[in-house]
Each structure stands twice: as C-alpha cells, then as structure tokens.
C-alpha cells in the first residue's frame, strides 16, 4: 500500500465546504464521470436515482419491492382471531419497540406522569440503536452552530429534509447530548473535561461525540437502565400486528402477538407511539446489511395500514463502508469513524480515488463505480470490494489511537486474525438505514389522533440521504419529544 502524499493531503479538504471539496475531487474524474457524480448532487435528483446508478434492477420502483411485499401483505392478525372485547393491559401511553427511540419516549412519557407500556418484538435494546458505533451528531462547539449543522444535514439529505422537523433535530442537538450525559453515557473527553468530537462525512465542523466506536451500545446501555428504574412496563417478544382505533378513528391501543405463548392480546391505551425501526433486514436489492434482526419494517406496515402516508419510503442508505471479508461478519458495519479518523480508500492500484468523508450515498455509489465500471475493486469472497487503509489512523494520529478510539473494530477482526493496526481490511457497501418513512409533524404527531412515531421509522428529518451520527440524535430528540407529547394527550383522552 503506497501513502501518496495526495493521500495524505487530501485529509486537509476536510474543514473546507462541500462543494469546494466536491470540485477539488471533481478534478480525479473524466467528463462523464464528473457528469454523474454531480447529478447527484443536484437536488432533482432523488436518492432513487442514485440507488438505480449502484445496483439497477428495481429501476422505476416506487418503492422496493421487498418494502411494497410488507406494506401490501396481508395481515397476520385474521379478525377470528382475536376478540376486541378481551383486552388484557392498560395503559395511558403504549410505546411499540425496544429500541433508543422507544426507550427515550418511555422515560419522558413517565415522567410526565403517565403509566407506560413497552411492547418490542425481542428483547428491550435489542435494536439498530446499539450497533451504532461511530458517534452522535450535536453542534455545542464554539465554531459551530445549529445553523450550521442546518446546512450540512440539509445539503446532505438533497435538500429534501422537511424543515421544520430538521430544525427541530439541530436547535435540540446540544440539550440532548447533555441529557444523555445526565443519565450517565460516558462520551470520550480530553484531560481537561471538554469532549472529543470529530467529522462525519459532509459535515463542515468536528460535532460527532462519541464513546470510543460503541457509541450507541453505550447509550442503549443507559436508556435501558433508565427504562426499568422508571418503571415502565416492558413486555419482551411481543410484537404489535396491528393498531387499534376507536369509533372516531383516534389511536385507542394495539393487538400484539405473544412469541412464547403464540397467542393475540390486546392493549388498550390512550395513546401510542410508533418506534419500531428500520427496514434493513428486508436486504433491500440483495444487499448485506449492517441491520439487527427485527428491522423489518414493522412499524411502516401499522401506520401504513393505519392510513398514515409514507415519505421518501424509497430512500435507503447503503452505508459506503461494510465489511467485505471474513465472510462471518459480511456486511457488518465499519464504522465511518475510521474514515473520520483519516483513513483512505484505496483501490486494487493503491489510488485514493475520492475524499473519504463525502456524505455516504457519493461514498457508496463511488466505491460501486470504482469497483465495477471501472474495474478497481479487489477479488473479495463474495464479489468486489476495496481496501480501507485503516494502518493511516495510527499513521496519522500516533499510535495506540486505533486502541483507544476504535477498540470495538479491533476486537471484532481479530476474532479472525486480522489486525487493522497492521493490515488494511475489504469493504463494500452494506444496507444500513431507511431515510424515509411514516410522516409526523414537528410534535412527532401522525395525522391520526394519538398515534405518535419516532426513531429510524419515522421519514422526512433526514431527506433523502442521512449524516453519520444525525439517527443517534434524532431517536433522541424525536423520542423524547414523543413521549412528552403522547403522556400530555393520554391526560386529555
Ligand atoms: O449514524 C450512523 O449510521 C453511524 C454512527 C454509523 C457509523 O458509521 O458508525
């Protein structure tokens, strides 16, 4: 592997604004390269016609077929099921799903006052939320502002975000970071108690902070705690298979479906909140996916059938740095963090052949082009990939930084013999997040009364293209903000 001084150089690029770093990459590619990397750039285009560009065969889809087969398929509950008359749990707020987003509605709603019912379909905190790795995305540093964090998710999203629920994410942005702190998340702090942030990809100031590369293991850790002491009611392996309205039309519960028992019960409350996830697991186009096991759309299909509308359904997020060998962890995440951190992507000719921390659907669609149109890639076991110069963190930063910062990618090779220290690793992009889904408003509100939604279901903060480390914040903002919202409703029901 050859560290140019190009390589090096173009780590500089980084405080630079998107498009001054766009045009310095610009100069790397031919006529007609440069043609379709900035179209993507262009707000008309659609993340849909970026993920046609990468892998083709759901050209003119609406939406993804495997997404479409859910939301159009029958439900599990047949009405001789179950009986509407048996409810078997009150509550004032029932929360559906385990996950941060969940839990953070669960602790606000309580202590506002209402009595909670968590239902999730494994286990509480088994979520996306806890395989995040890289950081949480807050602007509370003195160069920085909401403003500017603003601009970033807004350039980055395709300028698709809806802006009053990405303002909301920015202005709450430092406020969260200094609950969870609170609560007791251990973010990375220098000697002097002030935090350790750093860049994400299309982000123009250093606002990621993070627990070394567990960052939402960390935080899941916390919320979960909080959620038992606060003494919400959780019920385990027990997923929602449809929601409940009234005579008006108004969210009145939920039937779930108990996995051990194999039976229907039913929920009554007067209010209910959406927080079940993403839709990964659906492996969107045959993609491997960085996705815990529940994401599956759930929470689409209940507000789907509900009548809710869906936005940017169609927007998913290939995650540009999946691993792509050994086969065991195939498609688990790499954290962008590394990239954060300085290292490069290098082709099968040892060439850095774009700046590592453009925002993710360049970074992905790119290492797609490298590997097939323009036949870059490396041989990896199943199909394509390319190297992440992962030596250049302790390179660049001293060594033990690797140790320190990325201590959970180190333990996660190394079960196979591969030390990132020492070696570069394969990557190729990894289904990662479901940009769009059920549409709220700025009070996490659906357009049916008393249902609620937050967290990796919910569409529209992000546009058509998330930041690293902007889901951290928003299963915060936008949990917390469901939770007090759904308690005050319960006392108004
Ligand atoms: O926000 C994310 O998706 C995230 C933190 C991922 C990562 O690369 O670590």
């Keep these: 592997m050859k560290y140019t001084e190009e390589m090096l150089a173009s780590q500089a690029c980084v405080d630079a604004t998107r498009n001054e770093r766009l045009y310095a990459e610009l100069r790397r590619y031919t006529a007609q390269e440069k043609q379709e990397l900035l179209r ?19 050209k003119g889809d609406k939406v993804p077929s495997e997404l479409a087969a859910v939301l159009e398929g029958k439900s599990r509950l047949l009405s001789a099921d179950f009986d509407l008359s048996h409810i078997e749990h009150d509550a004032d ?3 559906i799903g385990g996950g941060g987003a969940g ?10 006052g209402a ?8 286990r509480l905190g088994d979520a996306n939320t806890g395989m995040a790795e890289g950081g949480i ?13 603003y601009l970033d998710a807004l350039g980055g999203g395709h300028f698709k975000n809806v802006p009053e629920l990405l303002k909301c994410l920015v202005m709450q942005g430092p406020a969260a970071i200094q ?20 860049h994400g990809g299309g982000t123009s100031r250093k606002r990621m902070h993070a627990c070394g590369d567990y960052t939402g293991a960390e935080i899941m850790r916390v919320l979960r705690d909080e959620v038992r002491d606060e003494g919400v009611e959780v019920l385990e392996y027990s997923p929602a298979v449809e929601l409940i309205l009234d005579e008006e039309g108004k969210a009145a519960g939920a039937v779930l479906y108990d996995f051990d028992t194999q039976e229907y019960h039913g929920v009554r409350a007067k209010s209910v909140i959406i927080a079940t996830g993403g839709a990964g697991r659906l492996h969107y186009q045959g993609f491997p996916t960085s996705n815990h096991y529940g994401s599956t759309a759930d929470g689409l299909v209940l507000a789907y059938r509900a009548g809710v509308p869906l936005v940017y359904a169609d927007a998913i997020q290939y995650h540009p740095t999946g691993a792509a060998y050994p086969p065991q962890i195939y498609g688990a995440l790499v954290t962008e963090k590394v990239r954060s951190l300085g290292a490069m992507l290098v082709n099968k000719d040892g060439e850095a052949f774009l700046h590592p921390l453009e925002t993710r659907d360049v970074v992905a669609a790119s290492i797609i082009r490298e590997c097939l149109a323009r036949h870059k890639g490396v041989h990896a076991l199943h199909g394509p990939a390319l190297w992440l110069d992962t030596p250049m963190v302790d390179m660049i930063h001293g060594e033990g930084t690797m140790e320190r910062r990325l201590p959970a990618m180190i333990h996660m090779y190394e079960r196979f013999g591969i030390d990132i220290r020492k070696q570069p690793i394969l990557v190729y992009p990894t289904l990662h997040y479901q940009n769009g889904g059920i549409c709220i408003d700025e009070r996490s509100a659906t357009k049916i009364p008393g249902l609620y939604a937050a967290g990796e279901d919910v569409g529209g903060i992000h546009g ?3 930041l690293m480390g902007n889901s951290l914040l928003d ?3 936008f949990g917390r903000i469901a939770g007090r919202e759904a308690a005050a409703y319960s006392r108004t029901a």
Excluded: C
């Design 40 to 58: 993507n750039y262009h707000p008309d285009y659609s993340h849909k016609d970026f993920s046609i560009l990468m892998v083709g065969p759901n």
């Design 93 to 95: 707020v029932l929360i």
């Design 103 to 112: 839990a953070a509605a669960a602790i606000e709603a309580r202590q506002h």
């Design 115 to 122: 009595s909670v019912l968590l239902a999730t379909k494994l």
């Design 137 to 149: 995305q807050a602007a509370d540093k003195e160069n920085d502002s909401p403003a500017i964090h």
């Design 179 to 198: 609950w969870l702190g609170g609560l007791g998340v251990m973010f990375d702090k220098y000697d002097d108690g002030t935090m350790v942030t750093t």
């Design 464 to 466: 058509t293209n998330r």
């Design 475 to 477: 299963i915060i903002v």
